[in-house]
């Protein structure tokens, strides 16, 4: 359903991979709602990915970027502005990697160069783009920057990692840097808590399809999906949320505040009859089985 409401704005949007990228399904629904954006992924990422085909069915201009450089936001940011025509209105920052996930390095035993990629891509990047725009005042007045995130920066989640320690650090720089933008130029900056999503990112996390079950099961709701995420951040890139800043907002069917569900209840109970490995005697430090 178009119902104008980015009518006139601009916007750039990080992380479009492929049409299972929440970041992808955002540009669409902007463009549906009358916004002109340009696109913006690693070099390496535009080649393998689909964000060039997005471009062309959008009409949007692709430029390469590597997030965690400030050169290339710098450039990305003025060519932007060139681009649209002037100042931008929203941000999205869909961006998130740890190759301590992909080289299954377990929590308690991580690579700490690995560990400092992790936080620079996925959290410190969001600080770097905010600065950069900041520095070029490149957001109009009442403009929306989002971050994508999830429930992990707050509880603990098999599998997940030293992603939860950067989605940590990413809703503090929310928060932080949402008050000085706020004060200065009345730009709102948020982080959406996402249900766990099918994305090219998502299925890396070790256990996904099992967490997916879990949370749908949990939810009263169900899980929120991609184009419902999309949705979503249309309504905090509209002037209808001019007010809503530094929050961390769940968009999970109310999983966030579940403690235990009567579908996840029954479903659990069906397995009380058989033998769990994990109520075998404590493993050795160096078995790594809780991480």
């Known amino acids: 359903m178009m119902n104008n409401l980015l009518k006139g ?11 299972d990228s929440i970041a992808w399904k955002v540009a669409v629904r902007a463009h549906e709602e009358g916004a002109t954006v340009t696109l913006s992924n690693t070099p390496v990422a535009i080649r393998m990915g689909e964000t ?17 450089n400030v050169e290339d936001l710098e450039n990305l ?38 560990l400092d990629k992790t936080l620079d891509v996925s959290a410190v990047s969001f600080h770097k783009v905010l600065q950069v725009a900041r520095k070029l005042d490149a957001i109009n007045e009442w403009g929306s920057v989002i971050a994508l995130s999830y429930v992990a ?3 603990s989640f098999f599998g997940y990692n030293d992603m939860a320690d950067a989605k940590a650090l990413l809703e503090s720089i929310a928060r932080s840097f949402g008050y000085i933008y706020g004060r200065e130029r009345n730009v709102r900056v948020n982080t959406i808590s996402q249900s766990p999503t099918i994305t090219t990112a998502g299925n890396g996390v070790k256990g996904f399809d099992r967490l997916l079950d879990f949370s749908e099961r949990m939810s009263p709701l169900g899980n929120a999906t991609g184009d419902e995420c999309a949705d979503y951040c249309i309504t905090l890139f509209s002037d209808l949320t001019k007010k809503v800043t530094m929050q961390n907002l769940f968009h999970d069917g109310g999983f966030s505040n579940m403690g235990m569900s009567l579908r996840a209840l029954e479903q659990y109970e069906k397995g009380l009859d058989k033998h769990c490995a994990c109520d075998d005697e404590k493993p050795s430090a160096d078995e790594h089985r809780y991480d």
């Open 9 to 19: 704005k601009k916007g750039i949007i990080f992380g479009a991979l492929n049409p």
């Open 52 to 68: 060039n085909q997005l471009g062309e069915q959008i009409n949007a201009e692709v430029i390469g970027a590597d997030a965690t």
């Open 77 to 114: 940011i003025k060519k932007s502005m060139e681009a649209l025509g002037g100042k931008i209105d929203f941000i999205l920052h869909s961006i998130g990697m740890s190759p301590n996930v992909r080289k299954g390095r377990h929590y308690s035993d991580l690579d700490y160069n690995y």
């Open 153 to 155: 920066a707050q509880r």
